[in-house]
């Protein structure tokens, strides 16, 4: 099952955490595991927000057969990333903010993908595994 | 859209975060806060966030941002009741909320603040500001 949220201010980035949260204790993710998923989506919701312009969250449980996980896409139709490697780097930044978002919220899921074309939009995916 | 309440216990400030902070009314709450400082003429600031589940880079920054601004305005600010799993994450975020100091609850903070806050003194080689990044 997949559910979606748009997200076009503030609020709908704390809806979600606030999904984001529901789905990781429905999957039994560990405390730590489901603060580090909630962090991880706070951050790239708010990218998606102040970068991309709005776009779309979606969240899902997932099954690989062996283990079972959430998996949640960050869509955008922004202006893209130019350049991928730098974006990734701690502390940089083109806003306003700690240059910790992107970077850090890879560190704390399992799988982080991005697609990104100039003038079109980013799309960012991410997985956390239940342990 | 929601605020954060602000009690005065003498002269000292007391919040509780109990709500999921819009990003707007973590702003409000920094300019609430710098207002009520100079008009209480507090010495001391405890910033409760046991109720908050996640803590992100933006909230990260926010508590920053008052602790500066209340040192600058003759303030102390005290974090007290980061949950463990918001410790774990928020380190491996990236934030170590240099400069800020913490207590393990409003009790000890209070103490800290009574006592002149001898113990948990932020390092004071702890010159370098994770607050300001590189320019582009």
């Known amino acids: 099952m997949t559910e979606r949220i748009t997200v076009t201010t503030d609020q709908d980035v704390v809806r979600v955490r606030q999904l984001v949260r529901g789905v990781a204790v429905t999957a039994k993710l560990s405390l730590v595991d489901q603060t580090k998923l909630v962090t991880a989506a706070s951050e790239l919701a708010r990218n998606t927000l102040v970068y991309g312009g709005g776009g779309t969250v979606e969240v899902s449980q997932v099954d690989s057969g062996r283990r079972r996980g959430i998996k949640i896409v960050f869509a955008d139709q922004g202006p893209g990333i130019a350049d991928l490697d730098l974006a990734l780097t701690d502390g940089y930044t083109s806003g306003g903010g700690l240059g910790l978002g992107l970077s850090g919220a890879r560190r704390l899921v399992d799988e982080f993908d991005i697609d990104t074309k100039l003038g079109e939009g980013t799309s960012i995916t991410v997985t956390k595994w239940c342990r | ?136």
């Open chain 2, 1 to 136: 859209m929601d605020r954060v309440p602000i009690l005065k216990i003498g002269d000292i400030l007391l919040v509780s975060i109990q709500i999921d902070m819009e990003d707007q009314v973590a702003l409000q709450l920094q300019e609430d806060l710098a207002d009520r400082i100079v008009s209480v003429g507090s010495h001391g600031v405890i910033i409760d966030i046991s109720a908050l589940d996640i803590v992100d880079s933006f909230v990260g920054r926010t508590l920053a941002t008052i602790a500066s601004i209340s040192r600058v305005l003759d303030a102390e600010t005290i974090v007290v009741g980061m949950r463990p799993a918001v410790a774990i994450t928020l380190v491996e975020l990236g934030l170590s909320l240099p400069g800020i100091r913490t207590a393990l609850n409003v009790e000890l903070a209070m103490e800290m603040l009574a006592t002149g806050g001898d113990a948990g003194e932020p390092d004071a080689t702890d010159d370098t500001d994770e607050f300001v990044v590189p320019a582009p």
